[in-house]
């Protein structure tokens, strides 16, 4: 069963930086296009910034110039530097990636998860 399992959040101060992880649990699988989302309580989930499989990036305006998304392809990670934190980038933290096996495209898949809390 195909699972992403993120990492790296927690707790910064503003002007801190944290980076975040996105893998698949087991190495069989691959991860094609990831998509960073967030969700603040009680504000709807919002696109962050998107990697292709080409490494090709956007971002959305409001991370634009603080964060960086990256990609391992030989170690099957995706990663989002978070730089110059701001107390409204605190969220939950979910990655939404492609994955592959050997023969097919599986579909897309969300990670479970992360917490980032910026404290003023």
């Known amino acids: 069963q195909v699972q992403l399992v993120e990492s790296g959040g927690g707790l910064a101060q503003t002007g801190g930086s944290l980076r975040l992880s996105c893998a698949p649990s087991e190495s069989t699988f691959s991860i094609a296009a990831v998509d960073w989302y967030r969700q603040a309580p009680g504000k709807q989930r919002e696109w962050v910034a998107t990697i292709t499989s080409d490494a090709s990036a956007n971002y959305a305006d409001s991370v634009k110039g603080r964060f960086t998304i990256s990609r391992d392809n030989a170690k099957n990670i995706v990663h989002l530097q978070m730089n110059s934190l701001k107390p409204e980038d605190t969220a939950v933290y979910y990655c939404?990636?492609?994955?592959?096996?050997?023969?097919?495209?599986?579909?897309?898949?969300w990670g479970q998860g992360t917490q980032v809390t910026v404290s003023s």
């Open positions: 939404n990636a492609g994955v592959r096996n050997k023969f097919d495209f599986l579909g897309n898949y």
